[in-house]
């Protein structure tokens, strides 16, 4: 690092804005007039209150943001010129990295996975699914709990054209795609930001679309995602619109998740290919997928971690309801991609998660469930979970959980496989922060029971 010249870049603006995840892995930020900024910025930081980030209580909430210098790009929202940072975050004295820190518990995972000596790298493809709408408005009150949804490729009832029909949107052409123009916006600020995008389309759902990743490695890649979330609003908000990740915005619709095809790689060498095994996985890849698999019902707690998130996984939807894996199966959570045959980007990808997740947090705790399949050998095979190819999974396999609770109870009882980077106090705070979110969710009345019980 060299400070000089760090500082001299920024000294070609007018504003330092640094960008911090909270516990949800959402973006939050403070900004600098440059005047006040020097080399101190990156060697002592800013302090901040982390207990309004969830992270600590308010008896013990200082913490220090330092602005990572290779994550810096000019802010393409701002008025002002401005340059931007990813933070890492340090105790106060700043003699160490603060542990609960989603760029922290990340890196502790594959300082876990060198140590071991099982590979050197991770990379990831996240895929982003997203819905663009008109508007939303909602309330939640003693008086009604309501949302509305507008949306310029759905016509209630469906008399004006053109309109899609539900779940009929995938590939769609413009003028049912209505929001060509406005994704290429996107991703032309995107790819100024310096982000390895692949392509964008027209999802399944009217008025949802997706943003996919060319692969890259994994801190960079968990940097991205939400970024891109930040982009994505903005774009649409300058237009008039509104985006949103939610999982299942919609009922009878395609719900939104964030695939993410990974592998792990030593050096150049990309540790999941080997031609002559099953799908020319390595045993090493397969031992991986078990372990993803094995530890399914937890993980979701983290990949998965909305009320929301369990509206979408659920039959009929390719959404993802059981721990198998297969060849270009898109019901299976981890799907093997049949059109890849380079064996240097040789991959698996888990279907599952969401972007209601904190990108970090599940990077890391897929990793550190593929690492435990690793280190134990296991064999997806015997462990029963596939190969099950052409959608004929065996009744008997059982359901990934189907609510939050479900993965709540699966985490409590299944998380050591966690702990080489996240601390127990952060899974602890975790559990209660969800299980908090969960009993609200459950107290607020359904316009659905009105359905059922108003007249009975």
């Known amino acids: 690092m060299n400070l000089d010249e760090d500082l001299k870049k920024v000294k070609n603006y007018e504003y330092v804005d640094m960008k911090i995840y909270d516990v949800d892995g959402v973006l939050r930020h403070v900004t600098l007039p ?6 101190d910025i990156f060697i002592k930081g800013v302090g901040f209150d982390a207990s309004n980030f969830g992270y600590a209580s308010t008896s013990f909430s200082d913490m220090v943001a330092i602005p990572d210098p290779t994550t810096s790009f000019e802010e393409p929202f701002a008025d002002a010129k401005t340059i931007s940072f990813i933070c890492d975050v340090f105790l106060p004295d ?4 603060f542990k609960w820190y989603p760029r922290n518990v990340l890196k502790r995972s594959l300082d876990y996975m060198q140590g071991l000596g099982i590979a050197s790298k991770m990379f990831v493809a996240p895929e982003m699914e997203f819905n663009i709408f008109k508007s939303v408005t909602h309330e939640v009150s003693p008086r009604t709990v309501h949302f509305d949804v507008e949306s ?7 008399s004006v054209e053109p309109t899609l029909g539900a779940n009929k949107g995938y590939h769609k052409t413009p ?4 929001m060509y123009d406005l994704r290429n916006d996107m991703v032309s600020v995107l790819n100024d930001l310096g982000m390895n995008i692949k392509y964008h389309h027209h999802e399944v759902g009217s008025s949802q679309f997706e943003i996919e990743f060319n692969l890259s490695n994994v801190i960079q890649a968990s940097d991205w995602i939400p970024t891109l979330k930040y982009v994505v609003r903005n774009v649409a908000n300058d237009s008039d619109y509104v985006a949103s990740f939610m999982p299942k915005p919609i009922n009878g619709y395609a719900g939104n998740g964030m695939h993410v095809h990974q592998f792990l790689s030593n050096g150049s060498r990309n540790i999941f290919d ?13 031992s991986y997928i078990a372990g993803i698999l094995k530890h399914a019902p937890a993980l979701l707690a983290i990949t998965n971690p909305s009320t929301n998130s369990y509206r979408r996984l659920v039959p009929g939807f390719e959404a993802p309801t ?6 270009g199966n898109r019901n299976a959570a981890i799907r093997i991609p049949a059109y890849v045959t380079d064996k240097k980007v040789r991959r698996m990808e888990f279907r599952t998660p969401d972007a209601t997740s904190n990108s970090h947090f599940t990077m890391a705790a897929m990793l550190l469930a593929g690492i435990d399949g690793i280190k134990h050998k296991w064999d997806p095979i015997k462990e029963g979970f596939g190969p099950y190819e052409n959608g004929k999974i065996p009744k008997e396999v059982k359901d990934l959980p189907s609510s939050l609770k479900e993965a709540l109870d699966a985490m409590k009882s299944d998380h050591e496989f966690l702990t080489p980077a996240f601390p127990e106090e952060l899974l602890e705070m975790w559990m209660r922060k969800k299980e908090k979110e969960m009993k609200l969710v459950s107290s607020v009345p359904n316009p659905v029971e009105y359905d059922l019980y108003f007249g009975i």
């Open 94 to 97: 700043r003699s160490a990295p």
């Open 175 to 178: 003028p049912f795609d209505s």
């Open 34 to 39: 440059v005047k006040n900024v020097s080399k």
């Open 152 to 158: 310029s490729e759905v016509s209630w009832p469906s």
């Open 274 to 286: 080997d031609p002559d095994g099953l799908y020319s996985l390595s045993e090493t890849a397969l």
């Open 322 to 327: 059981k721990p198998v894996f297969a060849l």
